[in-house]
């Protein structure tokens, strides 16, 4: 079975804190991504990365960056954390083949105050 | 561009009844649609996927969906509800052969009253 951890369930941070998320999944996928989940919209997706070293923005990347420095690590960073980013985060990692099928890792619950 | 609409936030349904939760879609070409299911404080779990070839596709958990081109729908449905199921459904679609990127319904929340 795939499988996909995240560093913490729940955090708390305060405002201005630089923030760092961790993902690692065990299967060798290329293809990594973080997405943010609130409440009526859905997964946002923030950042991918198909390589390591690689990355590109999703749709709401502001605020935030990324590191892939070993393939089975990709990380989010709030470089200035926000009350606007309390969410729950979500990593996936992506099959190589097609259809592409994601699998999730069990999110980070982010509370900025 | 991508997009998936899931008309109902909430669905409500008693036990040993049918349930259906709704999904439209729009992509350019021909898609790749997905069903995932949350429960409470956990991640996406996946449930069932179309690729091609037959239009009810049977999933995890005794779900199945139907995949109608015509009217860009793929609603996820079971015949038998139970309690179990109340959860967070998530429906997704990415364009066959395109770049990996999924894209999320809003989410439909299923309660299943006992």
């Given amino acids: 079975d795939v499988k996909v951890t995240q560093s913490s369930r729940y955090l708390v941070k305060r405002t201005g804190e630089k923030v760092f998320l961790e993902c690692v999944q065990d299967m060798d ?15 946002r997706l923030i950042y991918f990365s198909y390589d390591v070293k690689m990355k590109e923005k999703g749709d709401i990347p502001e605020g935030y960056s990324v590191s892939r420095e070993k393939k089975e690590r990709f990380s989010l960073i709030l470089e200035s954390a926000s009350t606007n980013q309390t969410s729950m985060y979500l990593c996936a990692s992506i099959e190589r083949e097609a259809p592409y099928e994601q699998y999730f890792g069990p999110g980070t619950r982010l509370t900025v105050t | 561009a991508q997009s998936v609409a899931q008309p109902e936030d909430q669905v409500n ?13 729009s992509v350019s070409g021909n898609p790749y649609l997905f ?3 949350q429960y409470p404080n956990r991640g996406l779990q996946f449930l069932l996927k179309y690729i091609t070839g037959d239009n009810l596709v049977k999933g995890s958990y005794g779900f199945e969906a139907e995949f109608n081109k015509s ?4 609603h996820l449905k079971k015949p ?14 990415s364009e066959s052969g395109s770049a990996r990127q999924l894209t999320f319904g809003s989410g439909t929340q299923l309660t299943v009253l006992p």
């Fill in chain 2, 71 to 74: 009217q860009t729908s793929f």
């Fill in chain 2, 35 to 37: 069903w995932y299911v």
């Fill in chain 2, 80 to 93: 038998s509800a139970l309690v179990s199921d109340s959860a967070l459904y998530f429906c997704a679609v």
């Fill in chain 1, 29 to 43: 996928h290329e293809n990594m991504f973080w997405y943010r989940q609130d409440p009526g919209l859905g997964l």
């Fill in chain 2, 13 to 25: 349904v008693a036990e040993g009844n049918p349930l259906t939760v709704k999904c439209t879609y």
